[in-house]
């Protein structure tokens, strides 16, 4: 594998071509850059049976990602299960319903490990030894972990309201976190400003073209555990609007290579109800997103009031057939319920927008009962407990007695009963 | 007379100054006072007459002016004008 796949960055606006650099945006229009790949040389040298032979990370895909050399952080990150979802859907009334569990993506247990693994090591190929983030949560804790396993010293900034989850698991790997007064977007302008007056490596700043790539791996997983096909519909969580758009970029890239059928996948977006800009954008055909001041939700993950990659989002639901969402927190509450108590799946509150989202959009007749459906769980449940720990029963307490065992179950074993053990 | 903080990629076109002084008394005449002080800055800030790029973020002070009343916000002396590239964060 050598730089011949990736020829440099390109704005999405204007079209001006950058060198491999560590810059986000086009300093002719501000316009996003994003990575210019040489197709051509990508299928000649690589086919569905190389990549099938590979090891289970997301590099089996690595040609079809923004780095020049072999990947030298995150290894072991992706290919998390895609889970056929029969109980959800028979609850939902759906066909064939999937789950891309990202929650149990390692090391730190969200979809962030595959941008990370990539922007990470394209800050090792670019010469960086200090990287940063700014952060709603999950970014934190893989940022921190990646580095500190990769040997990088690292600045991760988040807004001071996070999850205690999430600020431990970013300070226990030795980051040095600093919590901002404010919410999530003036955490990110401010780590705009840091990344270029320090000249560090801000993994969703200037890295950020490299960065976001890493989401499509998610995409291509997707698709070659459905057997090699883009499923009928995803439903995909937006904060800054950057996943939904690389999964479909993922389809798109498989089917240019020739190895699946045309992509007819509408896309759906899901946001919390306090802080909805593209689903409002979408919802109200507006010609821009329109920040919100103040997000106010307990999907921590999704409160970025002004998204980087909003307009793209919102254009991409539209163009594909699909449609964005938003829901409130009891819904999400109910939601990551009812995955657990179905699926035995315990997302993070994100999982909890999108799959009230998902339910919302099958009764609103938006998403088709008998399409292939896969829902993107992005983060794990066990690092946002304060949003549930008040919604769900305290487990009873009783004396270590069968009576009171009987008494508590409402029934008591047959007489005389010699109860062969379980599994005997 | 205002500052306005130059993002780093556009200090070429402001002979490397990080901060330049413009008058106005509303965002958008600062601006205007800054383009014309600096005439590159033009095709690099506004899309067309008065119209700023999609991604290009200013802030007044710490607030963005978009919660405010845009490029007429009204601005004092001691004001700060900022000009942050969106492309960022997710």
Sequence with gaps: M????????????????????????????FGPLEVDYDYE?????????????????????????????????GLQVGCT??????RLAEALGVRELYIKNDAVNYPTLSFKDRVVAV??????ELGFDTVGCASTGNLAGSVAANAAAAGLEAYVLIPDDLEQGKVLGATIYGAKVVAISGNYDKVNRLCSQIAFRFGWGFVNVNLRPFYAEGSKSMGFEIAEDLGWRAPDHVVAPMAGGSLIGKLYKAFKELEGLGWIDPVRTRMFGAQATGCNPITNTIKTDAPRVKPVRDPRTIAKSLAIGDPADGFFASKLMKETGGWGEDVDDEAIVDAMKLLAETEGIWAET??????????????????????????????????????????????PVINPTLAEFETLIGTSAPAEAELAPAGA | ????????????????????????????????DLVRLHPDLQKRLFAGEGQ??????????DEDIRFMDELKTPVKETDEVGIIPAIAGG
Aim: glycine content about 8%; aromatic content about 4%; proline content about 5%.
């Design chain 1, 2 to 29: 050598s730089s011949e796949f990736v020829r440099g960055l390109k704005c999405r606006l204007c079209g001006k071509l950058y060198p491999k650099e560590a810059l986000n945006f086009c300093t002719e229009d």
């Design chain 1, 41 to 73: 040389a990508i299928g000649r040298s690589l086919s569905r049976e190389a990549v099938e032979r590979r090891h289970r990370t997301m590099w089996r895909y690595k040609e079809l990602l923004p780095i020049d050399g072999e990947p030298t952080v």
């Design chain 1, 350 to 395: 994100a999982g909890g927008v999108t799959l009230a989202v998902t339910k919302k959009l099958i009764e609103q007749g938006k998403i088709d009962r008998d399409g292939t459906t896969v829902v993107c769980i992005t983060g794990n449940g066990l690092k946002t407990q304060e949003a549930v720990i008040d919604r769900i029963a305290r487990p």
């Design chain 1, 81 to 86: 299960p895609l889970v056929k979802a029969t």
């Design chain 2, 1 to 32: 007379m205002a500052k306005v903080s130059i993002p780093t990629p556009l200090r070429p076109n402001t002979g490397g100054q990080a901060t330049v002084e413009a008058a106005g008394s509303t965002v958008g005449e600062v601006l205007a």
């Design chain 1, 119 to 124: 922007a990470l090591s394209k800050a090792v």
């Design chain 2, 52 to 61: 700023l790029h999609q991604y290009v973020n200013v802030y007044l002070n």
